[in-house]
């Protein structure tokens, strides 16, 4: 019976003869699981690209692919000799777009090349890392992982920036985001064998997070979407459900190529990476170095993942718990030393942070002052009663140069009703008509201000309607009508005031900003010493300006004409 059975053929191998050489052909297979893990990538792009706000231009992510593919097949067309579909260059590429950003681009902007110079350059590297960084036949690192972190560390934040740690606000279309970012990962997690590895990245992140903030409760972060700093309990909720870190726990952490073989090891590679995670965030108070500090996270591990794999291997091979304590024999003291170490760091990572600063990038004449970060519920008692009484007292000397005390009146013309749009109110709530009508009085007040110090030449006047570079730009102004030898009188009428949502000027992970954009004209009138009009021009007036936030009497504080609107 058995000789009448004919021998299946062997399947007909694909190949293609080029100038005579001959080459196989290698294409895509639909059980690959790294199609499957493009396929919850890109429908993500999707959404980012029409509901999710993504800054990223289709530009931008094709070119990610085209780089990554294209290193790929000629990686393996010159070396290996084979026509291949570059699956891994397509998903490194994929997965760079998702996460890198370059300051400038803003959502609907769908064919900006704006620094595809940055995004070539991070594929490249995390190709090249894969051929070039490799022990034992292995390549060493998560190739995207590792060209990312290095992208964010030597370009810093003004060239480069991670995706935010928050989309969109809670809704409908971010539930949906969940159940194909959630549901995916742990599918292709089981696909994989590395569901464990997943779960206890996750568990362990949020516990060490929990452990860290505990002693540490005023532990704060900046970010770009919101309004205020983000401490305690409510930014472990943050850190926790961030898409941007389940993107990072279900589709990054997990790449069986970087990753112990074993399930204990993967188990305990992915608590190991929660643990440095943690470590690595305690320090950061700005939202682009707390993304990157996870992200960093994976690179130390993998740069161990050797180490790792040899010493769980007991406990990969026992046949039961007392065989596994006997292959461990020296290790696991040490193994608790260190883990006990790490865990004293926690608590200690994250007071730090309470010493550093806030960067403020956002500055028009291209510095980056740094202001200390103050966090806490106010001033002592003793403190406030001072002030409160030193307030409430006359001011001391004259109002003005060459004046006598005494209060001053100003004429403040009309700004109309004051717009707020629907993206300022979301980034802050606090923000209602009122106090939209507040702000835009304060603004008009303050160019009056500016406007009789400029004809008086009062420096002194001037700063009580500015501080910072906006009272250097007033008395810039000033220093050149004395120089000249005249004087201008200047007068406003707007036509349109509204509230304006802003990006900073050079890292949109830093705190957004509401200015007061005012449309409308001003009518300057310039005379020479004797008080005689030289001249009289009326022009367009459309200026945007960041306030001080004082409850009493808003100053101008910046020129937000030149940021770029959120």
Not at 366 to 389: C, F, K, N, Q, Y
């Amino acid at each position: 019976m058995a000789s009448d059975v004919q021998p299946r053929p062997a399947p007909k191998r694909r190949t293609v003869t080029i100038r005579g050489r001959e080459y196989p052909v290698l294409l895509p297979s639909i059980r690959d699981p790294r199609l499957h893990v493009a396929a919850v990538l890109l429908t993500l792009q999707v959404l980012g690209q029409t509901v999710l706000d993504f800054r990223l231009s289709i530009a931008q992510i094709l070119i990610c692919l085209a780089a990554g593919a294209l290193i790929e097949f000629g990686f393996g067309f010159f070396k290996d000799r084979v026509i291949m579909w570059p699956a891994s260059g397509l998903l490194t590429g994929n997965s760079t777009a998702f996460i890198l950003r370059v300051p400038g681009t803003t959502h609907g902007q769908w064919w900006s090349t704006h620094g595809i110079w940055i995004f070539v350059g991070v594929v490249a590297v995390s190709m090249l890392s894969k051929y070039f960084i490799r022990w034992r036949g292995r390549h060493i690192f998560n190739p995207s992982n590792l060209g990312l972190v290095l992208a964010f560390v030597v370009l810093g934040p003004q060239y480069t920036e991670p995706q935010d740690l928050w989309w969109i606000p809670l809704g409908p279309w971010m539930g949906l985001t969940y159940t194909i970012l959630i549901g995916g990962g742990l599918l292709i997690g089981w696909e994989l064998k590395l569901l464990g590895l997943e779960l206890g990245y996750m568990a362990a992140f949020a516990l060490f997070t929990a452990l860290a903030f505990l002693p540490v409760p005023d532990h704060c972060m900046i970010a770009s979407w919101y309004a205020t700093p983000i401490c305690g309990q409510q930014l472990w909720q943050i850190l926790v459900t961030s898409p941007e870190v389940l993107i990072f726990a279900f589709f990054m952490v997990p790449d069986p190529r970087t990753v112990p073989d074993g399930q204990v090891g993967r188990f305990v590679f992915g608590v190991l990476v929660a643990l440095l995670s943690v470590v690595l965030v305690g320090p950061t108070t700005l939202e682009f170095w707390t993304k990157t500090a996870i992200l960093a996270s994976l690179v130390f591990a993998c740069a161990g993942r050797f180490w790792l794999s040899r010493l769980v291997a007991p406990l990969e091979e026992a046949g039961g718990m007392a065989d596994a304590l006997r292959g461990l024999s020296w290790r696991a003291p040490a193994v608790l030393g260190v883990s006990l170490l790490l865990m004293t760091l926690l608590p200690l990572s994250a007071q730090l942070s309470l010493h550093s600063v806030e960067p403020a990038p956002e500055l028009p004449d291209g510095s980056t002052p740094r202001l200390t970060l103050e966090v806490g519920s106010g001033p002592d008692i003793g403190s406030w009663t001072v002030a409160a009484a030193g307030n409430a007292l006359p001011p001391s000397g004259p109002t003005q140069t060459g004046a006598a005390p005494g209060a001053r009146v100003w004429t403040v013309p009309p700004v109309g009703t004051v717009a707020v749009p629907a993206n300022v109110v979301a980034f802050d709530p606090s923000i209602n008509q009122s106090v939209a009508n507040q702000m835009a009085h304060d603004v008009v007040l303050d160019l009056q201000i500016e406007s009789e110090a400029r004809r008086a030449h009062d420096n002194n006047l001037a700063s009580t309607g500015a501080s910072g570079d906006a009272l250097t730009e007033f008395t810039d102004v000033i220093a050149q009508d004395v120089a000249a030898g005249h004087s201008v009188q200047k007068t406003y009428s707007f036509d349109q005031v509204k509230l304006t949502l802003f990006l900073p000027k050079f890292s949109t992970q830093a705190r957004r900003l509401v200015g007061v954009t005012l449309h409308g004209t001003t009518t300057l009138i310039t005379r020479d010493a004797s008080g005689k009009v030289i001249s009289q021009q009326t022009q367009p007036y459309a200026k945007s300006w960041g306030l001080s936030g004082d409850p009493s009497h808003n100053v101008i504080l910046n020129d937000y004409t030149d940021l770029t609107p959120a």
